[in-house]
């Protein structure tokens, strides 16, 4: 078993900036691939950025490409989200998952443990 707890969620105005945290515990946190999700009222959970279990390799979505940074510190054993140039339409509840395929995976069924997230809100 994986505990993840997010943080560092709040409000913000439009091109203003949060960084998000996510705290592992249980499991060796280094032999997890990680990834951040994000879902917005009235819509699906979607892909936002994913970390190899190294560090070594990341992706992003379009969305968010060139905006955002997904890490990691495996001596901390945290996960990281460091959110610039944010828009009203990042608005959300930010989740983090732990995938035990290694490698940074965009579909959320390959994740096998979650946080239970953190409300982002970017006012226009």
């Known amino acids: 078993q994986v505990q993840l707890v997010e943080s560092g969620g709040g409000l913000v105005q439009a091109g203003g900036s949060l960084r998000l945290s996510c705290a592992a515990s249980?499991?060796?946190?280094?032999?997890?691939?990680m990834g951040w999700f994000r879902q917005a009222p009235g819509n699906e959970r979607e892909f936002v950025a994913a970390?190899?279990?190294?560090?070594?390799?990341?992706i992003y979505a379009d969305a968010v490409k060139g905006r955002f940074t997904i890490s990691r510190d495996s001596a901390k054993n945290t996960l990281y989200l460091q959110m610039n140039g944010l828009k009203p339409e990042d608005t959300a509840v930010y989740y983090c998952?732990?995938?035990?395929?290694?490698?940074?995976?965009?579909?959320?069924?390959?994740?096998?443990?979650w946080g239970q997230g953190t409300q982002v809100t970017v006012s226009s």
């Open positions: 970390v190899s279990y190294s560090g070594g390799s990341t």
């Open positions: 998952a732990a995938s035990r395929t290694l490698y940074s995976r965009r579909n959320s069924n390959q994740y096998d443990y």
């Open positions: 249980g499991r060796t946190f280094s032999n997890y691939a």
